[in-house]
C-alpha cells in the first residue's frame, strides 16, 4: 500500500481586485444619466452588454468619457434626454431593453429600441403591458407582437396599481428622487458584495 504525505505550504497572501458588477453598472449608468451633473462610475463591467447600456445614453445626448477603470457621466437631468437619430441597439442584454423600455415610454420624443437576434426573440409582454395600462404608447411589428423591437411613441405615464414581475423597492425612488432634485457629484462603485444592494435598489 502506497502513502502519501502532503505538507502543507505556506499561506496564499496577495490583493486581487474583483470584476465589476453587470446588474450593477446597468443601473448605475441609468441613474448617474439622469442625474444633474458629472459622476463617476468606477469599478464598472466592461461587459459588451453594459457597453450596450453606456452607448445608448451616449446616442440619448449624455456625454459619457471612458477608461478602463472609470466612466464619467455628464448627467443632464430626467428630461434632458433627446431623441436619438437612429434606432438603439441593446444587443444581446435583456436587462438593458427592459429598463430602457420602461424609461423612454415617458420620454416626449420618438425612440425604437432593438438587439441582436436572440433580443428580437425574448418576450417583452410583462414590460410593455403595464406600461401601457399607465398610457405609454408602445408599437412592435406584427410578426413579433410579444418580442423587440420595441417602438415608443410619446405618451403621459400615469400613477397605476399594479402588481409587478419582480419586487420593486422604495429605495429605487427615494434614490432616484434625490438624483434628479440635486446637482452633485456622485462617485458609484461597481465592485464588491452589493449585488442584493444594487437589486433592491432598481
Not at 470584476?19 to 462610475?41: C, F, M, N, Q, V
Not at 444581446?92 to 420602461?102: D, F
Not at 427615494?174 to 444594487?198: F, Q
Amino acid at each position: 500500500m502506497t502513502s502519501l504525505t502532503i505538507t502543507p505550504g505556506r499561506p496564499l497572501r496577495g490583493t486581487t481586485t474583483v470584476p465589476g458588477d453587470k446588474s450593477l453598472t446597468h443601473r448605475a449608468i441609468i441613474l448617474t444619466a439622469l442625474a444633474e451633473g458629472t459622476s463617476t462610475i468606477t469599478g464598472y463591467s466592461q461587459g459588451e452588454d453594459c457597453l450596450n447600456t453606456m452607448r445608448a445614453f451616449q446616442g440619448l445626448g449624455i456625454p459619457i468619457t471612458q477608461t478602463p477603470t472609470e466612466l464619467t457621466v455628464c448627467g443632464k437631468g430626467f428630461w434632458g434626454l433627446s431623441e436619438p437619430s437612429a434606432p438603439i441597439d441593446c444587443g444581446n442584454s435583456g436587462t438593458g431593453i427592459r429598463l430602457l423600455t420602461g424609461l423612454l415610454a415617458g420620454q416626449n420624443f420618438f425612440s425604437i429600441l432593438t438587439g441582436d437576434e436572440s433580443i428580437k426573440r425574448r418576450p417583452m409582454g410583462r414590460v410593455v403591458k403595464p406600461l401601457r395600462e399607465m398610457g405609454a404608447v408602445i408599437a412592435r411589428r406584427l410578426s413579433r407582437r410579444s418580442c423587440s423591437p420595441v417602438c415608443s411613441l410619446t405618451g403621459r405615464l400615469g400613477i397605476k396599481n399594479h402588481v409587478c414581475h419582480e419586487t420593486i423597492r422604495s429605495g429605487c425612488f427615494s434614490s432616484l428622487e434625490s438624483l434628479l432634485r440635486k446637482k452633485t457629484t456622485v462617485l458609484w462603485s461597481c465592485t464588491g458584495d452589493h449585488r442584493s444592494d444594487g437589486e433592491a435598489f432598481m
